[in-house]
């Protein structure tokens, strides 16, 4: 590029490489939707303090960790199970065994083994996520004071809002990302711990 062409970003030789229309002015897609839409236009958020906003909204307070619903349970853990290399290729040689002329032995020699690996997980990632709904139960219906009109009163973790004043007690656990306004500490200094 000329020293003097600053307005130029493109040189020549690039600038046949590319046509006029939008799908082709970069080699990858996102870069292209990127350069077509233009740059990301922020504005400003405005959090009206304990007042609900009534033309904004955002994501709820609730917790939910859960892998799985009870519709999804058996079809995500057996594409979790059969996504591994091994496991798809035991499955194989299980379902070669149905054909007469590739059948070495008895079906349950194949077949019990598969059951037993998969039923042992099922039951495993079922514990685990049966404890990760009951941690987030726990933590959703954990109570804190939350000031309205100058009064408090007791609101659950999940049914926390943008904008509302939060008492924490000493050793409490934070609900939300929150601005500390006030604190006890005659030093005015407030100390937290963050656990990931």
């Not at 149905?98 to 495993?124: K, N, Q």
């Amino acid at each position: 590029m000329a020293a003097g062409s600053s307005d130029n970003l493109l040189d020549s030789d690039s600038e046949s490489d590319r046509s006029p229309r939008c799908c082709s002015c970069s080699p990858s897609c996102l870069d292209c939707c990127r350069n077509c839409r233009g740059p990301k236009v922020y504005h400003a958020r405005v959090v009206n303090v304990g007042r609900p906003s009534k033309t904004q909204t955002f994501p709820s307070n609730r917790i939910n960790n859960q892998k799985y619903n009870l519709i999804s349970f058996i079809p995500l853990v057996l594409f979790e199970q059969f996504s591994v290399f091994l496991n798809l290729v035991f499955l194989v040689i299980a379902c070669s065994q149905f054909i007469p002329e590739l059948g070495v032995g008895h079906l349950y020699t194949y077949w019990g083994p598969l059951g037993f690996v998969i039923a042992v997980t099922m039951i495993r990632e079922a514990v685990d996520d049966i404890g990760r709904w009951s941690r987030d139960r726990d933590v959703n219906m954990a109570t804190y004071g939350k000031y309205i009109r100058s009064k408090e009163v007791s609101v659950m973790s999940s049914d926390i809002k943008v904008g509302d004043l939060i008492h924490l007690e000493k050793n409490q656990r934070v609900p939300a990302d929150m601005i500390l306004i006030w604190t006890s500490d005659r030093n005015g200094s407030c100390l937290y711990e963050q656990i990931n």
